[in-house]
Every structure is written in C-alpha cells, then in structure tokens.
C-alpha cells in the first residue's frame, strides 16, 4: 500500500502567507498610516458625561469629510466648464450629488438619538453650531446662494474667512453654465455673464430664453 502523506493543519499565518498578503509593516507605509488613522480615529473628545455624544461627533466629522470631498469636485467642475471640458464635469457633477444623497441618509443614524437625549449633551457644546460650517458655506456659495452676512461668523478666524471669502467672490456654477452658454453662440445678456459674484443672481427673460433654445436642441 502506498503511504499516506498526513500535513500539519495550516495556522491563519500560513493561509495569510499562501495569498501574499503582507504583515510586516515596520519599514513600509500601513493601511493605518496612510489615511492618518491615528490622527482621524482620536479627533472625537466627547465633553459631556451622555453616551450619545459620540454619535454626534462621528455624524458631524464624517459629514464634514463628505462636504470637503464635494467641494472639491465642484471647484473642478466649475473649473472644467470654463475650460469648455463638459465631460469631466458631468462625472465630477454626478459624484457630488451622490455626495448629496450620502449626507442625507446619514441623517438617519443621527435620527435615532431621541429629543431628551440631545438636550442632556446640548449645554456642553457652548455657542458651538453646524451653522458655523465653513464648508457647508462654501458649498452654499459654489451653487450661487450668496449673502455677505454669512461671512460673518468666520471673522474670528482669518484662514477661515479668506477661504469662505474667495468662495463668496468666486463664480458660482450657475454662473460658469450662462457664461458657457454665450461662448456657444446663445445669446445670454452680459449683466449675467460679467458681473460682481458676490450679489444674488437676479432672475432673467433673456437668461430663459436662452434655456429654451438648448431644451428645444437637444443634440447640439
């Protein structure tokens, strides 16, 4: 008869080797180092004895995270479309409402902390208020919502304000579609193509007519 050849059962080690899957990261950048896990995951500093707060740091964090990544597609879309580069525009546009959608539903998670259970955290956060969201404001001001007033609660940090100021300044994208359409040929009037930024958009017939012609041609 021939032998038997019995093998020593595999450890997880063994199994992890066999798929070339690396352990050893003392020399070489982890997972961990590089998303800065270490900085990320010990940002939450609850001040109030509640259990919830931690839920309400994590939602406001991960949205502000969410909110950073939609700024940044939207300053290069608004970028593309005043180089006349529409297609990356529309995947940049695609993803930040997307975004949109995400920070929505992540409203859910916080749903579930109930009305006495933030007011047992609320004494803790001060003055503290998502309104003061530099970022949020800079979104606001990228989709044409302009309001000089809304500079204000910045004014107490300089980096801040210069960033929140520039988006308030800047086109928004509204803007860059009109000015594109009048490089196209249509006909937009100027006081919607060059103009200050930084006060409201007015509403236009001439700007409307201008939406009819590119409803009423489609392929071009």
């Not at 982890?30 to 109030?48: C, E, H, R, T, V």
């Not at 259990?51 to 964090?61: K, P, S």
Request: net charge negative.
């Amino acid at each position: 008869m021939c032998p038997h050849t019995h093998s020593e059962p595999q450890t997880p080690e063994d199994i992890v080797r066999e798929e070339g899957a690396q352990l050893d990261f003392s020399r070489d950048m982890s997972y961990g180092d590089y998303l800065q896990l270490d900085s990320i995951l010990s940002a939450q500093k609850p001040l109030s004895p509640a259990h919830d707060e931690m839920l309400f740091i994590v939602q406001h964090q991960t949205s502000e995270l969410w909110m950073k990544l939609m700024l940044h597609e939207l300053h290069a879309a608004i970028a593309h479309i005043a180089a006349d580069e529409l297609q990356p525009a529309f995947k940049m546009l695609a993803r930040v409402s997307k975004i949109m959608e995400q920070l929505v539903h992540a409203w859910d998670v916080l749903a579930t902390m109930t009305p006495p259970e933030y007011s047992a955290l609320r004494p803790y956060l001060a003055q503290s208020s998502g309104f003061q969201s530099h970022q949020y404001r800079c979104i606001e001001f990228a989709m044409g919502n302009k309001n000089a007033a809304m500079l204000k609660p910045h004014a107490h940090s300089p980096e801040r304000l210069a960033v929140v100021q520039a988006a308030y300044e800047a086109p928004s994208l509204y803007d860059e579609a009109l000015r594109l359409l009048a490089r196209r040929g249509i006909t937009v009037p100027t006081s919607h193509t060059d103009r200050d930024w930084t006060q409201p958009y007015e509403a236009s017939d001439a700007v409307e007519q201008a939406w009819l012609q590119v409803y009423r041609n489609p392929k071009e």
